[in-house]
Structures are given as C-alpha cells and as structure tokens.
C-alpha cells in the first residue's frame, strides 16, 4: 500500500459534497471540449507521469523557488519560505497528478476540488497543515496564470515516457483541459455569487 | 482607415486605469513563463490570424450557438439569442485577437482588459450594447474553462498562416500565454479582495 500524503482527504467520510452539480460539471465539459479521446490520453498520461511525479515536483518547485512572489506563498511566521510546509503541499501536489489523470470526473472528485479550492482561500489555508504564515490565500490571478506552467512543463515528462505508438499531443492536450477544468473548479470559493 | 467596433474604447480618454499596477502585471507575465521568444512569435501570430479573424469568430460562434448554456449570456429580453448582440460583441471579440497579438503589454493594455472583465460581470454587462438581457454576468466558471476552445483553434488557423520558416508551436504556446494572462486579468471584479 502506498502512504497517502499528509492532509490529503478525497476518501474521507469527512470530505463535505461540492456545490457544484454533475450537470454544472458536465457544462464545464463541454467548455474545454472534452471527448473520449481525451479520457483515453489522460489515462494513458497518468501511466507516464504517475512514476515521475517526483521528478514533476522538482520542476515545478524549482520554478517556485525561483519566483519571490509564488514562494511567498510558503511563508511560515519569520517571513521565510517554511520548508515543512514546502514538503507537505509537496506530497499531495504529486498525489494530484496521479488523481488527476485516475480518477473518474465524478460527485466525489467534485468535493476534493471544492476542497483543494478551499485550501488556497481565507477559509482554510494553512489549517491543513496547521502553518502559522502571513500569506492567508493564493491570490486568484496566480491560481490561473499558473495553468501554463502547468500544462507546459509536462510536455517533456511526457515525452520521456511515451512510447513510439503514444500521441504525446493527444496526452498533453487532454492535460491542459483537465487542468483548465480543475483550475476554474479551484476558483469557485473565491466568488461563489458570480462563479 | 479601419472602422472601429461598435462599443470598443480602447483608445477612449475616458477609459479608467487599471487597480492592477505595472509589477502585478511582471508577476503574471512571470507565472506564465512569458519572455523575449513568445514577443516575437505573439506578433508573428498577429500578422498571420489578422487577415483571418472572421474564420475564427465563424468557428468559436459555431462552438458557442452550439453549447445552449454558453449562447444563454446573449439572450434577449424574450429569452432567445439576440441576433444585434452577439453581432456586437463578435466586432470587438475579433478586434481583440488583433489587439491582444499587436498591442503592448502596457498601463493602456490593462485599462481596456480591466473594461473588458467588468463588461463581465454585473457592474458592465450589457451595458455597452443597450441590451435588456436576462443574463446579467458571464459566469466566471466558464471564463476561465473558454481558455481551452480559445487556445486549440488557433491552431489551424495559424497552420493555414504560416509559411516555412515559422514555428507553429512557438505561436500557438504564446497565444496560450496571452490568452491566459488575459483571463486571469478579467477576473479581477470577480474577486477584488483575492485576485
């Protein structure tokens, strides 16, 4: 069995449902275009990136160590990026691509993104992993603008892994959807009256 | 002279500034990994989907009067498509791909996209077109998911563009990063107090 990461709540009686319905889900579906081609891709790209999900973190955190105002973030009460915490957001961000790429788009998929969406708000940032940091959200702006890195720098773990019959463009678009998709998911507790 | 669109002020001295200040923009320009490489292929880009934009607004209009819950924001008062609005706003909708691959990023470019995010929301939407409309904003859900339509189906058009010794993948990255940033820059009167 493998450990799950600290804080991390999708199979938890706990977990409350997301505001968000099966049919609003489905709209969402239609607006990034989602087929059973791109079902296909994502499995298939959850099998390449599942065994280099470290390797992913390593790239995305060297991007955010490199950017103040992303590490900024993961301030702990001194002001300094909080390296615990670092390692805790690490663990279920791995985790998050592995469930991306797995698991079906349903209620209970629903409910952990309305949670993950949570998690960068007033409402429960740091309380996961009780931090006492200056930083008490992840402004919106960033939380979008960072569909690109994300969707961009799995080309190359794509890549790596694919074999000759693979269609890495099939893969990394069906990547960017379901990220687009997660994303706009995320945002819902930033403006429930207007989402 | 070209004739500008009904309702695009752009150039307006009564255009408000921007909240989002030059630095908040470097930070988003950062998020999106946006350097020298995407300038230069952003204007190549322009200068290939200029002579095109009708194409791609006959494309992304099929796509929205195909999605009910997508043409729903140009309902008129009797609930059905008005047929004037969605001509209006494809006017400025097909200026904006020559803006957004021509124009600078600058204190004018963030006024205009501040303007375009409210004409939105509430505060603007439908305003602009005299329009008595039962949809009063554009949920910012499907905002952000329209990424992916806006993003893929560039592609072709650029494909149809581009001679030799382009990079269509250069093109369409940095079209992915505009449209983006662009995006997130919209969502601003969403959510002030967490953008």
């Known amino acids: 069995m493998t450990t799950l990461p600290v804080g991390y709540t999708y199979n938890d009686s706990s977990l409350e449902s997301s505001p968000v319905s099966m049919p ?28 280099q999900t470290s390797e992913i973190l390593d790239a995305w ?3 955010i160590g490199s950017t103040p105002h992303l590490v900024s973030t993961f301030r702990g009460p001194d002001g300094k990026p909080d390296q615990a915490y670092l390692d805790k957001v690490r663990g279920r961000f791995e985790r998050w691509i592995v469930d991306l790429c797995t698991r079906d788009f349903d209620a209970q998929w629903l409910a952990y993104q309305e949670e993950i969406g949570k998690r960068h708000t007033p409402d429960k940032k740091n309380r996961t992993d009780g931090v006492d940091s200056p930083s008490t959200y992840v402004p919106m702006s960033h939380l979008i603008a960072l569909i690109v890195p994300v969707t961009v720098t799995v080309r190359e773990f794509l890549e790596l892994g694919a074999s000759e019959d693979d269609n890495v463009d099939a893969m990394q678009q ?10 706009a998911l995320w945002t819902r507790p930033y403006a429930p009256d207007l989402w």
């Open 24 to 51: 609003i889900l489905g709209e969402l579906l239609q607006d990034v275009m989602w087929n059973e081609d791109d079902s296909r891709a994502l499995r298939r790209a959850g099998e390449i990136l599942t065994p």
């Open 61 to 63: 955190y060297d991007f």
């Open 174 to 183: 069906a990547w960017f959807k379901a990220v687009t998709l997660s994303v």
